[in-house]
């Protein structure tokens, strides 16, 4: 890299990334971790050349010059080389000789990203650390008044419902006329959503679904986790473990071949089936799994050629109608299993998203609606996506309570909120927060991602390579020198390790609701926000 | 008072119940008035028997018949005996600090409840939560709970210490006499008891075996409490030690390792017992999945270096038209070899000398990487003049192919060398007297020592043949020439000047007839000269026209004059100007009138815009284009057999024709042999791949052929430094002798871990780091 090169309006400094790497020449060892790991090799030896002058002040010498060369990190400042903040150099540093740093500045980079006229394509999250959820109190403390409960004594049974609850009689007199009544499965309220083989790496994929299968045969929690779309091993669908599934089908319909030629081995039936329509993180954008990880194995369960991007339209391409659409999925989805599974939409949160649930509370065999707020992360999509569109989950799931209160349906259609529940950590809190709002279960995708695997991002464009494969976790990677880093039993340690903490935290919020069986959904006086024009907008006590 | 009598408070006065708080007022006014056997009659009042302090170090018996309320010697104090001659209800020895409590009967829910001294003998069962929150003070006994029964739900939840005795004779529940999820946050004290279990909590609670001390201990109260239950028969039923468990609260260092099965053990035994072996996908693919440490070696290395020596031309090489390896040669010198050095250009070239050292603008020396941090190139021309001493290389046996060159000028002469090195049989036609073309016969003295040119020349007379024509070769002559010869090689240059379509432009003098008279002093400008045509020849015109005597020289272009280097040098120092745009009107005798009126005055006027070839000899199989012969990029024309090269293809460079020879020599080689030409397709090294730091930027001058092979950084060819092998984080490199003088750096993959040291520090840019092949 030559200091004197002829510049471009594009050439950028290391004063103009985002990410600088700070390195200091006295703790190097010059072992070359740090750029053997380096996932974007943002880094790279370099070779540094030292003047040293050697000035003489009597008349018999002259004064001299000495060049010295000395070795060391050097920091790219190509755009296509950008540091990304990951940290693996000081993970794997030895000395502690290297470390990234955030820029203080609003960086450059970000309006040179688009060269070749591509705009940014990025995994990850929305980078925005604020959040309604957040700031959310539980108000209500009871200890005197509702029987007040003991997290620590008592004996929780935190479930929630998935599937269209009916009252007794009219369960009954179904039953009796038709002998059908929808079909609900009594699950843990917080859910892994949706993240696709391949979006995953196999390894993370794995270690995810051992813990959900832990959790359930060691310990007695129904937790459960969505496919997403990409698709899903032939021995998990012929598997017992596959009651603890819900298969997601979206608009690409990856892999649902194999899912077809399952059914008649299926030991168990899935959990329910979810219909994606949209995704929190790139509402009006499809699915898109980027060429870089579709690998033989991923596109042998996709049933696609290796080596190609893999679009999901934002749309459903055979369908032409909200009625037409939700009725024909849910119908030939329920078909599919003899009407024994819940099936149900998953759209990302909207301004139209009460249009969508006035259909399917019109609908007998839908059986819930899943939401996804803009804080949902990704795999892929455009930075425009991720960063500007999408709606807020907590007014979003609010609206769609209120409206089936209004409908006296509030008990009969669960919702489920998804969308940055615990982006900043506050994972049972936010879980919590959107159940008295009125969900009856969160889906969480990033934090799972955080917790039981490592994964680096944070609400600072730290990290965010999903897309193309070179998660230095090896979670979002398909390239087995990456994910083998992570080991599936270690995932899935952390997965039980977090839902029992998870269910710690849930059962102080509530039990002091007095609440141990059934979940406090929707319910909204026991929840306060010290902002006057939320509570109004989410009809909560607003306290200073 | 006698003490040892028995005073009786009853609950009941007048058909109605006394309140608690009366009841609790006489029993207190009973105590401090000396009493110390109340016989109390209850009717549910609370409390009863409990904070009796006044009676001081002296036991006091309270006896309490008909319906007991809750909490029965609560906050009792030590000394306090109270019995319950029947049932009591909830909460009996509620935070009992003391007090010795029989119930002659089941107990209600709470029994113990936050009991830290005292005993409570019960004789039946207990309900709920009983148990729970007890301490023990440890200056103090730790309190004792008896049940002769079960207890109920929830037993000894929190509790901190002292020990309960479940005795599981005539239980309420003989299924199960611990109760439903008993010792929850249990942390302190022991729990015997005697009868089945439905498990408890394990997190905090577990079985120990009973010691004999503490079967001693068990076996001592035991009859105690049976004494004071009035059922001592039951000893012997109850004191079978294998009947009898004890559970202990765990220690806080006993929960961490709570009894969750490890997942390990849960894959194996339930995962991959379910999947089948190799778990998720063990049946799609048979890739290892197992962990790996970040930093790897082999396979496993995500970027593997490869010493990528010579596959890349160094930018000189890939620069210079006639494809001179000028780092090849520096390595030569840097070894010691100055002579190879020297000798290697004769294979590139016939005029090193008179071309590298004096005539070409070196453009080796203008995309010398050294430019990149402003230091100065390589000097080449210092090493092309050495070559005028260069030894003629061998001429191998002729082959017996015949090729005849049309053109002895420097593409001609090139392209006969090469082929004569090849071994065949070549004849140069040429209507020149002497060999050489412009090279010898236009350009000015000033500019090469005419030595240097003889020298060369009379080199390549020694080897080439040579038919001299006094006339224009005829198309027949060339048609004939094609059976005489297996191909035939058009180098006949540009000679017919252009000319300005403008009145008076007879009086033009051609600038190459000027140069050639010039050279022999052949011509007297006059005072004042105008070139029309500001380009290098123009400017040889001037320099030459101001030797000859001229004083006002002007050079007049309709554009910004493309000359450049040494001749445009030469040119202003003979200080002449340059002037555009200047479009000619017409020549007069006195100068040259522009569009403008304005007329230059002039003695001699050179016109300098171009010469043509004259082409009237080939045949028509040979295609042109804006009269030019047109070539595919192996200077083959459209006739298969027939090869053009030099200024009758395209105007261009000395070192442009030479290089055109080689390359076609080479083609007509590999054709003579049967083979598709391929040339040499090496694209130039990315400059940036050479590290430039390890030289002194401070040179503006070099002093000598050696210093120049120092300062050279041999970009893409290896300078065997061994850097890489040193600058090795993990010693995975090392260099390989492969005989004859050839080498290799090579890499050992299990000892690699793909860091890039190679390759930063390579100063030639060897090293290349690649990602490695994927794994699927």
């Known amino acids: 890299m030559l200091p004197n090169r002829p510049i471009t309006p594009s050439t950028l400094s290391i004063k103009d990334l985002l990410w600088q790497v700070l390195w200091n020449k006295d703790k190097c060892t010059l072992c070359g971790q740090c750029t053997a790991v380096c996932p974007v090799n943002a880094i790279e030896p370099g070779v540094f050349q030292k003047r040293l002058i050697e000035p003489a002040l009597n008349i018999t010498e002259k004064p001299g010059n000495v060049y010295k060369v000395y070795y060391g990190i050097r920091q790219k400042t190509d755009p296509a080389y950008a540091c990304i903040g990951c940290g693996m150099c000081s993970l794997v540093c030895p000395n502690d000789a290297i470390l990234p740093s955030k820029n203080e500045e609003n960086d450059k980079l970000r309006l040179h990203i688009d060269r070749g006229g591509q705009p940014r394509k990025r995994g990850g999250r929305r980078n925005v650390k604020d959040g309604i959820l957040d700031q959310i109190k539980f108000i209500r403390i009871s200890m005197l008044t509702d029987p007040a409960l003991d997290a620590g004594r008592h004996e929780f049974e935190l479930r929630t419902l998935l599937g269209r609850v009916l009252s007794p009689e009219k369960h009954l007199a179904l039953l009796k006329e038709n002998g059908w009544a929808p079909p609900v499965r009594e699950i843990y309220p917080l859910m892994i959503g949706g993240m696709s083989f391949g979006a995953l790496s196999p390894n993370m994929w794995e270690g995810l679904q051992m813990g959900v299968a832990y959790l359930n045969e060691e310990l007695g929690m129904p937790v459960r986790i969505c496919t997403g779309e990409g698709g899903c091993p032939p021995r998990l669908l012929r598997s017992r473990f596959l009651k603890y599934v819900i298969l997601q089908i979206a608009s690409g319909y990856f892999g649902w071949d194999e899912i077809i030629h399952a059914i008649p081995h299926m030991k168990e039936d899935p959990c329910a089936i979810e219909i994606k329509y949209g995704q929190g993180a790139k509402p009006g954008d499809g699915g898109l799994l980027m060429w870089y990880k579709v690998n033989k194995l991923i596109a042998a369960i996709r049933g696609v050629p290796p080596g190609i991007s893999l679009p999901s339209p934002p749309t459903h391409q055979t369908q032409y109608s909200i009625e037409e659409s939700v009725a024909k999925m849910i119908l030939s989805m329920s078909m599919a299993w003899g009407f024994r599974v819940p099936v149900y939409p998953k759209i990302s949160g909207s301004s139209t998203s009460l249009a969508v649930l006035n259909n399917i509370t019109r609908n007998p065999y839908a059986a819930g609606l899943a939401i996804d707020g803009e804080d949902g992360g990704t795999g892929a999509a455009f930075n425009i996506s991720m960063n500007h569109m999408g709606h807020p989950i907590a007014s979003n799931i609010r609206d769609c309570y209120l409206n089936l209160v209004a409908l006296g349906k509030q008990n009969e259609v669960p919702l489920f909120a998804g969308g940055g529940v615990g982006k900043n950590g506050n994972l049972a809190a936010n879980a919590a927060a959107l159940i008295m709002l009125g969900a009856s279960g969160v889906q969480m995708g990033k934090y799972i991602m955080q917790a039981a695997a490592g994964c680096l991002g944070s609400e600072s464009d730290r990290c965010n390579i999903c897309n193309i494969g070179n998660c230095p976790k090896g979670i979002t990677s398909q390239d087995p020198r990456l994910y083998r880093r992570l080991d599936p039993e270690d995932v899935a340690q952390r997965v039980v390790d977090v839902y029992l903490s998870f269910d710690t935290e849930l059962k102080k919020i509530v039990a002091p609701l007095g609440r141990s069986t059934s979940l406090p959904i929707g319910m909204s006086d026991a929840l306060g926000i010290a902002d006057h024009h939320a509570a109004e907008r989410l009809r909560i006590q607003y306290v200073v | ?776």
């Open chain 2, 1 to 776: 008072m006698n003490i040892r009598q028995v005073y009786e408070i009853s609950g009941e006065e007048n058909g109605q119940r006394v309140e608690s708080r009366i009841l609790e007022e006489r029993i207190q006014s009973a105590v401090a008035a000396g009493n110390r056997h109340l016989l109390v009659k209850a009717l549910g009042q609370h409390g009863i028997g409990g904070r009796l302090f006044k009676s001081g170090e002296e036991a006091i018996h309270v006896n309490i018949y008909g319906q007991c309320g809750q909490r029965v010697g609560s906050l009792g104090y030590p000394n306090t005996f109270i019995e319950i001659m029947g049932p009591a209800s909830d909460d009996v020895g509620w935070l009992n600090a003391g007090a010795q409590i029989v119930v002659h009967g089941n107990a209600g829910n709470g029994v113990c409840n936050a009991m830290a001294q005292g005993k409570v003998y019960v004789s039946g069962s207990i309900g709920a939560r009983g148990m729970t929150m007890t301490k023990h003070n440890p200056r103090l006994d730790p309190p004792e709970l008896w049940v002769l029964g079960s207890v109920g739900d929830y037993f000894g939840e929190f509790m901190a210490g002292g020990t309960a005795v479940i005795c599981g004779h005539n239980s309420q529940s003989p299924k199960n006499i611990l109760g439903y999820r008993p010792f929850v946050g249990m942390v302190g004290g022991r729990v015997f008891f005697r009868g089945p279990h439905d498990g408890y909590s394990q997190t905090d609670a577990k079985m120990v075996p009973i010691t004999d001390d503490q079967w001693t201990w068990l076996c001592d109260n035991l009859k105690r409490y049976l004494e004071h239950i009035n059922l001592y028969d039951l000893l012997d039923s109850l004191t079978v030690r294998e009947e009898w468990q004890l559970i202990m609260a765990r220690t806080p260092q006993d929960r961490v390792f709570r009894s969750k099965p490890a997942i390990s053990d849960f894959k194996s035994r339930v995962w991959d017992k379910e999947l089948g072996q190799g778990g998720l996908i063990g049946d799609l693919t048979r890739l290892d999945r197992s962990p790996i440490p970040v930093i790897t070696t082999g396979d496993l290395r995500r970027f593997v270096p490869v010493w990528e020596n010579r596959k890349y031309l160094a930018p000189c090489e890939a620069t210079c038209p006639t494809g001179i390896p000028v780092q090849q040669r520096w390595q030569l010198i840097r070894e010691g070899r100055v002579d190879e050095a020297v000798d290697l250009a004769l294979s590139y070239t016939p005029f090193p000398a008179t071309v590298c050292g004096y005539l070409c603008p070196n453009l080796c020396m203008e995309s010398c990487t050294r430019h990149l941090n402003a230091m100065t190139p390589v000097d080449v021309k210092i090493l092309g003049k050495a070559s005028i001493d260069a030894r003629t290389p061998e001429f191998p046996e002729k082959t017996g192919k015949k090729i005849a060159v049309i053109g002895g000028g420097p593409a001609g002469i090139s392209v006969a060398w090469q082929l004569r090195r090849k071994g065949h049989q070549v004849v140069i036609f040429d209507k020149a007297r002497t060999l050489g073309g412009k090279m010898a016969s236009v350009i000015p003295e000033t500019r090469i020592p005419q030595e240097v040119i003889q020298a060369e020349l009379s080199r390549v007379e020694k080897v080439i043949p040579r038919i001299h024509l006094s006339r224009e070769l005829s198309r027949e002559e060339v048609e004939q020439m094609k059976t005489d010869y297996d191909f035939l090689i058009i180098a006949s240059g540009a000679h017919k000047p252009r000319m300005l379509p403008v009145p008076g432009k007879d009086r033009l003098i051609p600038a190459l007839d000027f140069l050639a008279k010039a050279k022999k002093n052949g011509i007297r400008p006059g005072k004042k000269v105008v070139i029309i045509g500001a380009g290098n020849v123009g400017c040889d015109v001037a320099t030459e026209a101001s030797r000859l005597g001229a004083e006002d020289i002007t050079l007049i272009d309709v554009m910004e004059p493309a000359s450049f280097g040494k001749e445009r040098a030469d040119a202003e120092k003979a200080g002449a100007k340059f002037r555009w745009p200047c479009y000619t009107e017409e020549i007069l005798p006195e100068g040259v009138k522009l569009k403008t009126g304005e007329v230059i005055p002039a003695d001699t006027v050179v016109i300098s815009i171009g010469d043509a070839p004259d082409l009237g000899f080939l045949p028509d199989t040979v295609a042109t284009e804006r009269g030019f012969v047109l070539v595919n990029e192996y200077s083959q024309t459209t006739d298969a057999v027939i090869f053009a090269i030099g200024d009758a293809v395209k105007p261009g460079l000395l070192t442009d024709a030479i290089g055109a020879g080689r390359k076609a020599a080479e083609a007509i080689s590999d054709m003579i042999q049967g083979k598709k030409p391929v040339g040499d397709n090496r694209r130039m090294i990315d400059k940036k791949r050479v590290t430039l730091e390890y030289f002194d930027p401070r040179i503006v001058e070099f002093d000598g052929v050696d210093q120049c092979g120092s300062q050279c950084s041999s970009c893409g060819a290896c300078r065997d430094c061994g850097i890489c092998e040193a600058v090795c984080p993990r010693a995975a490199i090392s260099r390989k002798d492969r005989g004859n003088s050839e080498y290799e750096y090579i890499v050992n993959p299990d000892r690699c871990i793909g860091c890039g040291f190679c390759a930063g520090a390579c100063p030639c840019g060897i090293w290349d780091l690649v990602a490695n092949d994927p794994i699927e």
